[in-house]
């Protein structure tokens, strides 16, 4: 169903396809924690080009690739000569003699297209500036674990209007879950992924609310989200953004607007005492390490739908 795709936005995904991709990634864990080998990819090779540092993408697409038998090589952008100037159409068309799939982690969504319109094998978004697709897929993964299903549910986003927040946009939509975002001025997601969030969410069911009060945000949330609130690559910005986002923590007082028994994630890392407070973070709401850990089993879906 998926064999040869890309995956570079949720936004490209059907219903189907991302409940085939939950499927598969509970089963593949299910399957590890029994001991049981799932070689699907035995012989295969995934390039891994890292544009922007990684523990999470890095380790569960490496470790990934492993436990499916196959084998994963680490392309910084010093490995590569698009270093020195090489087109990204020259670099897709050389990998794609040499591996079976690419994953990426960059800063540019465009040259993220770009390379999946000249490789002949399928291009995996680890992140970019715009979105971060698998992070959100292993959001969802998580969320439907520790609910039992996702249609009719509220998510509240609080903070930055950036890439894990437009593919929550594009992810809840698609799932028929409800999302509220709450950032400052000046922070906010971008419009045009809302209108497109918008568009589907008027097929699936799915409220969404774009505003700046994190409290209204948060009302009758079954899960609370946030990310630090200065990314890769903003840490010039870090003392005013601490000054615009102070007002949006997660913390104790915030959970008396959610749900009984709301549960908190994290794309990580994490700032304690910035974007959250300890108590939240290492509390029983808490699902942060099921959700990272989750990264793992979710990717291995994606790989071996995508490349067996």
């Not at 990684?54 to 470790?63: A, D, L, P, Q, Y």
């Amino acid at each position: 169903m998926m064999k040869g795709k890309d995956l570079l936005s949720i936004y490209d995904l059907s219903l189907e396809e991302i409940n085939l991709i939950f499927r598969v990634a509970e089963e593949l864990k299910s399957d590890r924690k029994i001991g049981k080998p799932h070689p699907y990819l035995q012989g295969k090779t995934l390039a891994m080009i890292f544009q922007k540092h990684s523990t999470r993408t890095r380790v569960s697409f490496e470790v990934g690739m492993y436990q499916l038998g196959g084998y994963a090589l680490y392309l910084s952008g010093k490995d590569l000569q698009l270093g020195r100037g090489e087109t990204i159409k020259d670099t897709a068309q050389v990998l794609s003699r040499y591996v079976d799939g690419i994953m990426i982690r960059t800063f540019s969504h465009e040259e993220v297209e770009e390379l999946a319109y000249y490789a002949s094998v399928p291009v995996i978004n680890g992140l970019t500036d715009l979105l971060h697709p698998c992070q959100v897929l292993a959001d969802l993964f998580t969320i439907k674990e520790k609910k039992g299903s996702l249609k009719g549910l509220k998510l509240a986003f609080i903070g930055d209007g950036n890439n894990v927040a437009h593919s929550l946009l594009y992810g809840c939509s698609k799932v028929g879950m409800d999302i509220a975002v709450a950032s400052p001025p000046g922070y906010k997601v971008k419009e045009e992924i809302v209108e497109r969030a918008m568009a589907v969410a008027k097929k699936t069911g799915s409220k969404i609310l774009i505003t700046e009060d994190p409290l209204e945000a948060a009302k009758d949330a079954d899960v609370l989200y946030t990310d630090v609130w200065a990314s890769m690559g903003q840490e010039e910005e870090q003392e005013e953004r601490m000054k615009m986002f102070s007002n949006y923590q997660v913390n104790k007082e915030m959970l008396k607007y959610t749900k009984e028994d709301p549960i908190f994630l994290h794309c990580l890392p994490a700032h304690r005492g910035e974007e959250v407070t300890e108590e939240i973070i290492d509390g029983p709401w808490s699902a942060v390490f099921d959700e990272a850990e989750n990264r793992l089993h979710v990717q291995k879906a994606i790989m071996a739908l995508l490349m067996s």
